[in-house]
């Protein structure tokens, strides 16, 4: 039974494949992702997500972050980790969150609605977890209490 409903941002997964610096959010970047393969955590994502990561992949080839062979062997992995994608009904949610915290992008908005209609059990803890310095700004001192901040 999902006692842990999970959305992380790029911004996490890039961290993860990429062991990027800092170091310490690296590490956390694991963490998350090592406790979001457990049977009791669903891990989740708007339906685009795999596009940003790909997309961020493929520019730390061109400007020779990663070698093509190094970012195919990070693409591989990235699609066995067990991420639920979903769509339909959160666009509706992105464009209100979008409007709430008056985000510029529905981008960062689905995320978060990613994570308030996931199909998991109401007694399920829900966390989105992000690196995204932006976006956290944009949020300021209403930022949802399931938002969390990697490196803290």
Same mark, same amino acid.
């Given at each position: ?81 067990? &991420?639920? %994608?979903?769509?339909?009904?959160? @666009?509706? @949610? ?5 409007? &709430? ?5 529905? %981008? ?17 803890? @829900? ?15 209403? @930022? ?9």
């Amino acid at each position: 039974m999902v006692e842990q409903v999970l959305c992380l941002d790029t911004s996490v997964i890039i961290k993860y494949l990429t062991l990027e610096e800092p170091v310490e959010e690296a590490e956390q970047a694991i963490e998350l992702i090592h406790t979001a393969q457990s049977d009791t955590v669903q891990l989740v994502a708007p339906a685009f997500a795999w596009a940003e990561v790909g997309s961020v992949l493929r520019k730390k080839v061109r400007t020779n972050k990663l070698t093509v062979s190094e970012a195919d062997s990070l693409w591989q992995f990235f699609a066995t980790l067990p &991420i639920d %994608y979903i769509d339909k009904q959160l @666009r509706n @949610r992105a464009w209100e969150i979008a409007h &709430i915290y008056q985000l510029p992008t529905l %981008y960062d908005a689905a995320f978060l609605a990613s994570l308030e209609v996931a199909l998991a059990p109401e007694s399920a803890t @829900r966390e989105f977890w992000t690196a995204d310095r932006v976006l956290l700004n944009s949020l300021g001192s209403a @930022r949802p209490a399931y938002v969390k901040e990697l490196g803290n």
